[in-house]
């Protein structure tokens, strides 16, 4: 029973970690349907970022950590401009291509700088996370991965749902001309949902360093991780995202607990397929709504 | 430009696509805190005379290719919506453009985009007030709505910008006689109490000039026709055309060829 709370427990945090990294994925394909293969080089990007404020500059936590989202946010604000923009309107496979090769470009570029080197950041988590109950011990970083997650998950939840210019970018991704009719800055809008992107996807780099180190192949590759998430969620939804990053989660460490700790991480891939083939849509994209 | 015109255009013409021209010298005048209706059938150029204005013609890769829109002395002439937006000049597009996945008092506040920060409760007051049946609906998905309440919902969407110049497209289209009605009225107090100039294309010429102070009529992307709304209202061919008043008693197969005779004469 102590195991199946421990196992509950870190697939939670696990899932909270997949569900931040999902949703910049989703938050960008909803508002410009662009399918961002760079996302996992963007949490690399953080991940590294951070670890040189903290680790090598030896800047305060706080100050390392808020100055790493700022960078990120203005990162994906400068991506947009440069790369996204000039391809508005062309096909889709352009766009691609386009992510892809930003995603090779910045590992290549980490592997230049930092190698293929397992880092970790300073151990800063008061030990106090660390959670005892019963014979249960769930580690600081689970923890405190857990309440990173819920924390910033509430806060977009409450900035999509309540924020004007939440609304004005859902209300971009609803219906693009109509929303363009009364005035809300398209352009702006996708260059706000990069930096947003951007920004969640340095965060949810940061908490995966926190748990496991950093190394620049393992942090970009999990950003593939996200697509199991995000098709399972349904690509649109970002409720769904964070459903599907818990899901995905619990799989992990109930397999990797109860089956084997190998087929720990193809099972997510498995899912992936097993959905595919039932709900092309995911289990939680939208239902078109047909009325009107 | 005389100082109670509100809109000029001059003689604009319309391209789709660098190729399919559209607009052919057209020439409009709308007055400050009018009602002027522009009427036509389909495929006249109705949405492309207003997409012109709103700026609305980019996207689709159209463009005004000759020929001003002069605005308050601004020339609007292909500016971005995000400009024309903030200058007072709000499209509501035709087919109920709701966004489905918000709610109705969300798809409201998308439409203080042009003034974020600044408070709108009273203008969501206001909304609330001219178009009640939405009340009830505040917080349902507008994806759920009825055609009126999605009526209502997409012009008080446009009212909650503050408009100065409110293009309407087809609000009666696909809607109960009743209800139109409705719709019309509360358009015309809108005008009357908000002071907002409003342009409507209408294929419900009988509504729309009863509404109206001004009227237009397009045909093959031309302005066949223009005058005060009474007297279109009186006008044969208009009466015959729009109205769907034959002249005298019952269409014969003679009427048709002479319709189309005088039809052809507009063009
Ligand atoms: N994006 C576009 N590219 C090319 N042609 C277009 C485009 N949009 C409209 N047209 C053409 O322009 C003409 C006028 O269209 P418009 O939508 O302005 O007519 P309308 O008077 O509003 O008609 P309706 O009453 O049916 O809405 C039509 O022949 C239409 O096919
Ligand atoms: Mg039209």
Redesign the pocket.
Same mark, same amino acid.
Request: glycine fraction near 10%; proline fraction near 3%.
């Given at each position: 029973m102590e195991f199946f709370f421990q196992i509950v427990i870190t697939g939670l945090s696990l899932g909270f970690l997949y569900a931040l990294a999902a949703l910049g994925f989703v938050m960008i394909f909803k508002s410009s349907s662009v399918l961002n293969f760079a996302h996992g080089g963007l949490m690399a990007i953080g991940a590294f970022l951070f670890l040189v404020l903290s680790a090598w500059a030896r800047l305060p936590i706080w100050l390392a950590f808020l100055l790493t989202l700022i960078g990120s946010f203005s990162l994906g604000f400068i991506i947009e401009r440069f790369f996204l923009r000039p391809l508005i309107g062309e096909a889709l496979i352009e766009v691609i291509m386009l992510t892809l090769g930003l995603f090779y470009m910045i590992k290549g570029l980490l592997l230049f700088i930092f190698g293929g080197d397992l880092y970790s950041y300073p151990d800063f988590l008061p030990p106090v996370l660390t959670f005892h109950w019963g014979g249960i011990e769930v580690t600081g970083v689970y923890v405190a991965t857990f309440i990173i997650g819920l924390i910033f998950l509430g806060l977009f939840g409450f900035f999509f749902k309540y924020s004007s210019q939440g609304i004005y970018m859902r209300s971009v991704a609803d219906n693009q001309p109509a929303a363009m009719a009364l005035g809300v800055h398209v352009r702006r809008v996708f260059a706000l949902s990069w930096a947003i992107a951007a920004l969640v996807a340095a965060m949810s780099g940061i908490v995966l360093g926190i748990i496991n180190g950093i190394n620049v192949h393992e942090v970009s590759d999990i950003g593939l991780k996200v697509f199991p998430v995000v098709i399972l969620g349904g690509l649109d939804s970002i409720g769904g995202a964070v459903l599907g990053g818990i899901i995905i989660g619990l799989l992990e460490t109930f397999t990797g607990g109860y089956i084997s700790t190998g087929l720990r991480e193809v099972i997510p891939y498995i899912a992936l397929i097993i959905i595919l083939l039932i709900k092309p849509y995911g289990l939680f994209g939208l239902v078109e709504i047909e009325r009107v | 430009m005389e100082n109670n015109l509100l809109l000029q255009i001059n003689n604009i013409s319309v391209v789709? !696509?660098d190729v399919?021209q559209?607009l052919k010298a057209v020439s409009m005048d709308v007055r400050k805190s009018q009602i002027v209706s522009l009427l036509? !059938?389909?495929?006249?150029? %109705? *949405? *492309? *005379?207003l %997409?012109a204005i709103s700026g609305l013609l980019k996207p689709?890769?159209?463009k005004v290719t000759e020929g001003t829109i002069d605005y308050g002395g601004h020339n609007v002439q292909n500016s971005a919506p995000e400009t024309i937006t903030r200058l007072g000049i709000i499209q509501v597009m035709?087919g109920r453009q709701a966004f489905k996945y918000l709610t109705v008092e969300e798809n409201l506040r998308v439409g203080t985009a042009t003034r974020w920060g600044k408070p709108y409760k009273k203008d969501l007051e206001m909304v609330y007030h001219y178009f009640a049946p939405l009340v009830a609906r505040k917080s349902s998905l507008a994806g759920y709505c009825s055609g009126g309440e999605l009526q209502m919902l997409v012009i008080g969407r446009a009212l909650m910008a503050q408009p100065r110049l409110l293009l309407l497209?087809?609000p009666s289209l696909g809607l109960a006689p009743l209800l139109v009605k409705e719709i019309f009225e509360i358009i015309k107090r809108i005008n009357e109490e908000q002071g907002t100039t409003l342009m409507l294309?209408e294929?419900n010429a009988n509504m729309a000039l009863q509404i109206a102070h001004f009227g237009y009529v397009?045909e093959n992307?031309k302005i066949v026709l223009e005058g005060d709304a009474k007297d279109l209202r009186e006008n044969p061919d208009v009466k015959e055309f729009y109205l769907g008043v034959a002249a005298s008693g019952t269409i014969k197969s003679y009427k048709d060829v002479k319709a189309y005779k005088r039809r052809k004469r507009w063009l």
């Amino acid at each position: 029973m102590e195991f199946f709370f421990q196992i509950v427990i870190t697939g939670l945090s696990l899932g909270f970690l997949y569900a931040l990294a999902a949703l910049g994925f989703v938050m960008i394909f909803k508002s410009s349907s662009v399918l961002n293969f760079a996302h996992g080089g963007l949490m690399a990007i953080g991940a590294f970022l951070f670890l040189v404020l903290s680790a090598w500059a030896r800047l305060p936590i706080w100050l390392a950590f808020l100055l790493t989202l700022i960078g990120s946010f203005s990162l994906g604000f400068i991506i947009e401009r440069f790369f996204l923009r000039p391809l508005i309107g062309e096909a889709l496979i352009e766009v691609i291509m386009l992510t892809l090769g930003l995603f090779y470009m910045i590992k290549g570029l980490l592997l230049f700088i930092f190698g293929g080197d397992l880092y970790s950041y300073p151990d800063f988590l008061p030990p106090v996370l660390t959670f005892h109950w019963g014979g249960i011990e769930v580690t600081g970083v689970y923890v405190a991965t857990f309440i990173i997650g819920l924390i910033f998950l509430g806060l977009f939840g409450f900035f999509f749902k309540y924020s004007s210019q939440g609304i004005y970018m859902r209300s971009v991704a609803d219906n693009q001309p109509a929303a363009m009719a009364l005035g809300v800055h398209v352009r702006r809008v996708f260059a706000l949902s990069w930096a947003i992107a951007a920004l969640v996807a340095a965060m949810s780099g940061i908490v995966l360093g926190i748990i496991n180190g950093i190394n620049v192949h393992e942090v970009s590759d999990i950003g593939l991780k996200v697509f199991p998430v995000v098709i399972l969620g349904g690509l649109d939804s970002i409720g769904g995202a964070v459903l599907g990053g818990i899901i995905i989660g619990l799989l992990e460490t109930f397999t990797g607990g109860y089956i084997s700790t190998g087929l720990r991480e193809v099972i997510p891939y498995i899912a992936l397929i097993i959905i595919l083939l039932i709900k092309p849509y995911g289990l939680f994209g939208l239902v078109e709504i047909e009325r009107v | 430009m005389e100082n109670n015109l509100l809109l000029q255009i001059n003689n604009i013409s319309v391209v789709y !696509s660098d190729v399919i021209q559209i607009l052919k010298a057209v020439s409009m005048d709308v007055r400050k805190s009018q009602i002027v209706s522009l009427l036509g !059938s389909n495929g006249a150029g %109705k *949405t *492309t *005379t207003l %997409k012109a204005i709103s700026g609305l013609l980019k996207p689709e890769n159209g463009k005004v290719t000759e020929g001003t829109i002069d605005y308050g002395g601004h020339n609007v002439q292909n500016s971005a919506p995000e400009t024309i937006t903030r200058l007072g000049i709000i499209q509501v597009m035709e087919g109920r453009q709701a966004f489905k996945y918000l709610t109705v008092e969300e798809n409201l506040r998308v439409g203080t985009a042009t003034r974020w920060g600044k408070p709108y409760k009273k203008d969501l007051e206001m909304v609330y007030h001219y178009f009640a049946p939405l009340v009830a609906r505040k917080s349902s998905l507008a994806g759920y709505c009825s055609g009126g309440e999605l009526q209502m919902l997409v012009i008080g969407r446009a009212l909650m910008a503050q408009p100065r110049l409110l293009l309407l497209d087809e609000p009666s289209l696909g809607l109960a006689p009743l209800l139109v009605k409705e719709i019309f009225e509360i358009i015309k107090r809108i005008n009357e109490e908000q002071g907002t100039t409003l342009m409507l294309v209408e294929q419900n010429a009988n509504m729309a000039l009863q509404i109206a102070h001004f009227g237009y009529v397009m045909e093959n992307g031309k302005i066949v026709l223009e005058g005060d709304a009474k007297d279109l209202r009186e006008n044969p061919d208009v009466k015959e055309f729009y109205l769907g008043v034959a002249a005298s008693g019952t269409i014969k197969s003679y009427k048709d060829v002479k319709a189309y005779k005088r039809r052809k004469r507009w063009l």
